[in-house]
């Protein structure tokens, strides 16, 4: 693949140099302007011309190799590390949910800056996308996942606290958490769209103009078993109080004459239909979107509007689902909730609308267009409590008794086994001397005995916050990437994970070389001091005086920088510097 050199200088020039158009992340040495004559996966061979050599710029540092060049040393391939004025971003699928002041949104559909859920609500800005980067899409053991591209930060338990690293790093088996709850809400009233224009035919009806309890619940029932066609809409349903609920909330949303509602025999006793006669009304939830026949989702004005309404649209689409039980010598019990459907990214928005309201869902994705969504006994309760459904049959099965065996081993807490083996006393006199075994072999404990030893679990003492999974699956795949830079916390949730934001290349510990030369300070202003400090993660050493950082800090360079990158352009274009 060859890239025109005029599309390269432009993206060095607007500092998305490796952001837009490279599948890889590039390092490149500040200051040189050179030709992409080909990209490879792991590298680009770029050629330089000041001083003429043929260069490889690699995603990590490698031995370096001669490249066959005919001017000998001067050709020789060299690994180039640094990172002055170059921003690296570490990227998302497009379809990544974040919790943002403008609702809970596909990363593709927010503003360019403005408020995101972070470790609290936190200002974000510089929105960029890049078309076609190679990415690992990360599977936890019960079916979240999340799409990131290969040097994306991310979240995993070391065995003591919680660190950050490439995806490309991670590892199945490793333990990744979720963030329980709400941590942004919108700043306003999510809106509904209008139909400008009717066929002189149709007949119009009043449509809503907000999302309240009663439009989420109706958008939640169409989502799920909804039908719209050109005259209309309809539902269908085995259950006749579900119809008659639909019913009611058409009547009262659209100030409608009651339709009929028939009966059709057939297996387990038939099924219930409402049929609406209105074109107007199928326009307008077209137009609405997430109802249409073979492609539904979240609508996008319901992840616009609180959580609150939330819960009302999950109510209208969980009727769609089924209430389990099960039978012992205390009579029934509850067992769990489960919900299927055919579209995987409105199986991955749910649950993360599910985690926001503290319920925590499993999937199961193992047959093709099948993905059935189970919320287990605890998390079943809490279900009924902020959710609930309509029929009468799962509203009774609801309110039983939470059946709680094997619990313990859907919801589990990692933990440091050190700080165990040090406090065995006094751990053993809290959970007994056959759970103290089973943490000490395993490196988890259930959340009933988490709450013995909150004392104990360090940095997971807050686990009520969280929930936790193992990696279970990653895959290589191409996919767009997007993201956005968090300047305050470096970290945003993305489908419920606290992972890394698009700031550049990063090292645990950095050291600095503060050259009080002369020469260092044609260089060396409070861009280059910034961008070097910012590249630890964990601590930077600056080594030289005191009064040579401070004097860095007081320089600007880039108002007055000259890297002639017009003149070199219009020598590519023309042939000569004008």
């Keep these: 693949k060859i890239i025109d050199i005029t599309n390269k200088i432009e993206l060095i020039n607007s500092a998305n140099f490796g952001k837009k158009d490279e599948p890889i992340e590039v390092r490149i040495a500040n200051g040189e302007i050179g030709r992409v004559l080909s990209i490879e996966d792991a590298h680009l061979i770029v050629q330089f011309r000041c001083p003429e050599r043929i260069v490889r710029i690699v995603k990590h540092r490698k031995k370096a190799e001669n490249a066959g060049s005919e001017k000998g040393q001067e050709g020789a391939t060299r690994d180039y590390d640094l990172g002055f004025a170059v921003t690296v971003h570490k990227c998302i699928s497009p379809n990544t949910i974040v919790e943002t002041d403008q609702g809970l949104l596909p990363i593709h559909e927010i503003s360019p800056n403005g408020i995101i859920a972070s470790n609290i609500p936190s200002g974000y800005i510089n929105k960029i996308s890049y078309d076609n980067a190679i990415c690992k899409r990360i599977v936890t053991e019960d079916g979240h996942s999340i799409i990131v591209s290969e040097d994306h930060g991310c979240e995993y338990w070391t065995g003591s606290e919680w660190e950050l690293k490439p995806a490309e790093n991670i590892a199945c088996g490793e333990w990744v958490r979720q963030r329980i709850g709400v941590t942004v809400e919108p700043n306003c009233i999510a809106t509904l769209p209008c139909i400008d224009h009717y066929d002189t035919r149709t007949e119009i009806h009043k449509l809503p ?41 058409a009547v009262e949303l659209f100030e409608i004459d009651r339709p009929e509602i028939f009966h059709t025999e057939g297996v387990d006793g038939g099924w219930w239909t409402a049929e609406i006669l209105s074109a107007c009304i199928s326009e307008w939830l077209r137009k609405v979107g997430g109802m249409n026949p073979h492609a539904k989702f979240v609508p996008i004005a319901i992840l616009k509007s609180p959580s609150s309404m939330h819960s009302h649209f999950l109510r209208g689409l969980f009727e769609d689902g089924s209430v389990h039980v099960k039978v012992d010598e205390n009579g029934e019990l509850l067992d769990h909730i489960q919900w299927i459907t055919c579209y995987g990214g409105l199986s991955e928005t749910v649950r993360v609308m599910l985690l926001r309201l503290g319920i925590v869902s499993s999937v199961n994705s193992q ?9 287990y006994s605890g998390n079943a309760k809490r279900f009924s409590e902020k959710i609930g459904l309509i029929g009468t049959e799962k509203k009774r099965r609801l309110s039983l008794s939470s059946y709680t065996s094997g619990e313990s081993q859907r919801h589990r807490v990692p933990v440091c086994v050190q700080a165990f083996k040090e406090n065995k006393n006094k751990i053993i006199e809290l959970i007994g001397r056959s759970n103290y075994g089973n943490v000490i072999n395993r490196g988890y404990v259930s959340r009933k005995i988490a709450e013995k030893c909150m004392e104990i679990l360090g940095e997971n003492n807050n686990f009520k916050n ?31 994970f606290l992972w890394s934001n698009c700031q550049g290349s990063e090292w645990p510990v950095v050291i600095v070389a503060l050259d009080d030369s002369y020469g260092a300070g044609m260089v060396a202003g409070r861009e280059w001091f910034y961008t070097a400090i910012s590249r630890a993660s964990k601590a930077c050493i600056c080594i030289g005086k005191p009064q040579t950082a401070v004097g860095m800090c007081l320089r600007a360079h880039l108002p007055r ?18």
């Excluded at 619940?217 to 006749?240: N, Y």
């Excluded at 920088?561 to 004008?578: A, S």
């Design 561 to 578: 920088r000259k890297t002639f990158l017009r003149e070199w352009i219009i020598q590519d274009m023309h042939g000569e510097i004008l």
């Design 466 to 496: 969280w929930h936790y999974s193992r990696i279970k699956k990653i895959e290589n795949i191409k996919s767009p990437v997007m993201c956005v830079e968090v300047p305050e916390h470096g970290r945003f949730l993305q489908n419920g």
């Design 209 to 249: 103009f907000f999302v309240t309890p009663e439009v989420a619940e109706f958008f939640g029932l169409m989502v799920a078993d909804g039908t719209i066609f050109k005259r209309g809409i309809r539902l269908v349903k085995a259950q006749k109080e579900t119809v008659d609920r639909f019913v009611d909330l």
């Design 367 to 375: 047959k093709k267009r099948r993905h059935s969504l189970y919320i």
